[in-house]
T-cell receptor, first 112, second 112 residues
Framework: AQSVTQLDSHVSVSEGTPVLLRCNYS??????LFWYVQHPNKGLQLLLK????ATLVKGINGFEAEFKKSETSFHLTKPSAHMSDAAEYFC??????????WGAGTKLIIKP | ETGVTQTPRHLVMGMTNKKSLKCEQH?????MYWYKQSAKKPLELMFV???????ENNSVPSRFSPECPNSSHLFLHLHTLQPEDSALYLC???????????FGSGTRLTVV
């Protein structure tokens, strides 16, 4: 069975410092992986996706994620946090027809 | 605006009411989805339509009834809801599973 684990429910960083949001997955075969962001009172926005091409994926707003098959991880990073990055981030895996498996989400808090 | 439009943005309804949520996309996507997002719970997939045919129904109670009249429109008809049905209902569309979903801003539903 497929599953997604976001290892931290909350991450707090200071503005201008690096961001790391961790995600581990389990899948019976090669998955597609996504990160979505949800700002308060807004819908979900696709940040980036991995679909078996390059393992380092660049997304919007300076975020990137690296697919590591040996570690079954797809961690999201950004070199320098901005106040506007404060939001909830979801790691998602898809390896069946239309079913997406969602992580529980990580709330990113940015301290001034 | 993401290209997926949901109306209304907010809805308050009594348990005996009948109402409908509407979703519209003009992205040329061939699949549309209804999700339920409740506080402190992972995102729950409710229904999937691919090329106007329902392909997934995740054990959703019959008080929720989806309708997909064409590839651009998706409805969720609601009747005799319960207070625990109060949540954010998100519509999404995609062009196949590997391209990620585009989400609407959601309808915040409160059942009183």
């Amino acid at each position: 069975a497929q599953s997604v684990t976001q290892l931290d429910s909350h991450v707090s960083v200071s503005e201008g410092t690096p961001v790391l949001l961790r995600c581990n997955y389990s899948s019976s075969y090669s998955p597609s992986l996504f990160w979505y962001v949800q700002h308060p009172n807004k819908g979900l926005q696709l940040l980036l996706k991995y679909t078996s091409a390059a393992t380092l994926v660049k997304g919007i707003n300076g975020f990137e994620a690296e697919f590591k098959k040996s570690e079954t991880s797809f961690h999201l990073t950004k070199p320098s946090a901005h106040m506007s990055d404060a939001a909830e981030y979801f790691c998602v895996v898809s390896d069946s027809n239309y079913q997406l498996i969602w992580g529980a989400g990580t709330k990113l808090i940015i301290k001034p | 605006e993401t290209g997926v439009t949901q109306t209304p943005r907010h809805l308050v309804m009594g348990m005996t009411n009948k109402k409908s949520l509407k979703c519209e996309q003009h992205l040329g996507h061939n699949a549309m989805y209804w999700y339920k997002q409740s506080a402190k719970k992972p995102l729950e997939l409710m229904f999937v339509y691919s090329l106007e045919e329902r392909v997934e129904n995740n054990s959703v109670p019959s008080r929720f009834s989806p309708e997909c009249p064409n590839s651009s429109h998706l409805f969720l008809h609601l009747h005799t809801l319960q207070p625990e049905d109060s949540a954010l209902y998100l519509c999404a569309s995609s062009q196949g599973k590997n391209y990620g979903y585009t989400f609407g801003s959601g309808t915040r539903l409160t059942v009183v």
